[in-house]
T-cell receptor, first 110, second 114 residues
Framework: GQNIDQPTEMTATEGAIVQINCTYQ??????LFWYQQHAGEAPTFLSY????GLEEKGRFSSFLSRSKGYSYLLLKELQMKDSASYLC???????????FGSGTKLNVKP | DGGITQSPKYLFRKEGQNVTLSCEQN?????MYWYRQDPGQGLRLIYY???????QKGDIAEGYSVSREKKESFPLTVTSAQKNPTAFYLC?????????????FGEGSRLTVL
């Protein structure tokens, strides 16, 4: 089976740094993806990791440890517009199926 | 501009009726997917298709049907057999193989059963 876990909700202050964790147990692995989803809207792609290590993209970074089944998304210099849900997704190596966690709702306060 | 178009954005249905949600993409992607999202839950896979004229059931296919007669189109029918159809439905596509292969999503269709 597939199991992807994320915290349900987090709160952080504007200008601060926040780390959103994701752990996974899947039958196959061919990449881990992070998506941002504002309420009522479609998810948008943020980052992708397939090898261990850190990928940096502006204010957003994502880390992967395949041996630990663990990833995190790091958001720096938080802005109010970063208030959204962040979805962790694993792509399996069979038919390119994507499995999603329940998402972490991030509240950014002034 | 390239992208994925879903319609309608909002849909109301009476119990016992079938409804079809449209999904069209002009990204030239081979793979297409349908997901369902319920409040406080992640995306759950309904059906997916890796190539024209072929599709596979996802984790929650019961009460749904799809077709993939054209590369660009992947409509989803929510049948009366689906016990709890009220949800937000998302269509997505990906290049299928090669590159990052991330999912691109449409704007979603919100179905409410009255």
């Amino acid at each position: 089976g597939q199991n992807i876990d994320q915290p349900t909700e987090m709160t952080a202050t504007e200008g601060a740094i926040v780390q959103i964790n994701c752990t996974y147990q899947t039958s196959g692995f061919n990449g881990l993806f992070w998506y941002q989803q504002h309420a009522g809207e479609a998810p948008t792609f943020l980052s992708y990791n397939v090898l261990d290590g850190l990928e940096e993209k502006g204010r957003f970074s994502s880390f992967l440890s395949r041996s630990k089944g663990y990833s995190y998304l790091l958001l720096k210099e938080l802005q109010m517009k970063d208030s959204a849900s962040y979805l962790c997704a694993v792509r399996d190596n069979n038919f390119n199926k994507f499995y999603f966690g329940s998402g972490t709702k991030l509240n950014v306060k002034p | 501009d390239g992208g994925i178009t879903q319609s309608p954005k909002y849909l109301f249905r009476k119990e016992g009726q079938n409804v079809t949600l449209s999904c069209e993409q002009n990204l030239n992607h081979d793979a297409m997917y349908w997901y369902r999202q319920d409040p406080g839950q992640g995306l759950r896979l309904i059906y997916y298709s890796q190539i024209v004229n072929d599709f596979q059931k996802g984790d929650i296919a019961e009460g749904y049907s799809v077709s993939r007669e054209k590369k660009e189109s992947f409509p989803l029918t929510v049948t009366s057999a689906q016990k709890n159809p009220t949800a937000f439905y998302l269509c997505a596509s990906s290049i299928g193989s090669g590159g990052t292969g991330e999912l691109f999503f449409g704007e979603g269709s919100r179905l409410t059963v009255l």
